[in-house]
Nanobody
Framework: QVRLVESGGGLVQAGGSLRLSCAAS????????MGWYRQAPGKQRELVAT???????DYADSVKGRFTISRDNAKNTVYLQMNSLKPEDTAVYYC???????????????WGPGTQVTVSS
């Protein structure tokens, strides 16, 4: 069994910062990409940022220059440093991991339960 647990969400004023963490645990052989997605009320879930196991990163245009994704492969943990937060960043943030549970198995996607980020104006 694989478990992803997010932490670090909360309420912050516009212009403030938050740091999200997500740790993957359980029966994991190897992890490829890890990333963050978000879903605001009434909207579809969207990509925020991803990072591969080689360190390459990708960001949504709306967060470029403000958010930074990083990863600790030894701890199977991904982070999202969010600076200069805006009210439109308010959403539930979900962690995602693309991984194999055993050698030779197929790649699977796992999601965390989500953490609420609320930015007040």
């Amino acid at each position: 069994q694989v478990r992803l647990v997010e932490s670090g969400g909360g309420l912050v004023q516009a212009g403030g910062s938050l740091r999200l963490s997500c740790a993957a645990s359980g029966d994991i052989f190897t992890i490829n990409a890890m990333g963050w997605y978000r879903q605001a009320p009434g909207k579809q879930r969207e990509l925020v940022a991803t990072t591969s196991n080689t360190g390459s990163t990708d960001y949504a245009d709306s967060v470029k220059g403000r958010f930074t994704i990083s990863r600790d492969n030894a701890k199977n943990t991904v982070y999202l440093q969010m600076n200069s937060l805006k009210p439109e960043d308010t959403a539930v943030y979900y962690c995602n991991a693309n991984l194999k549970r055993i050698f030779g198995s197929r790649w699977l996607n796992y999601w965390g339960p989500g953490t609420q980020v609320t930015v007040s104006s």
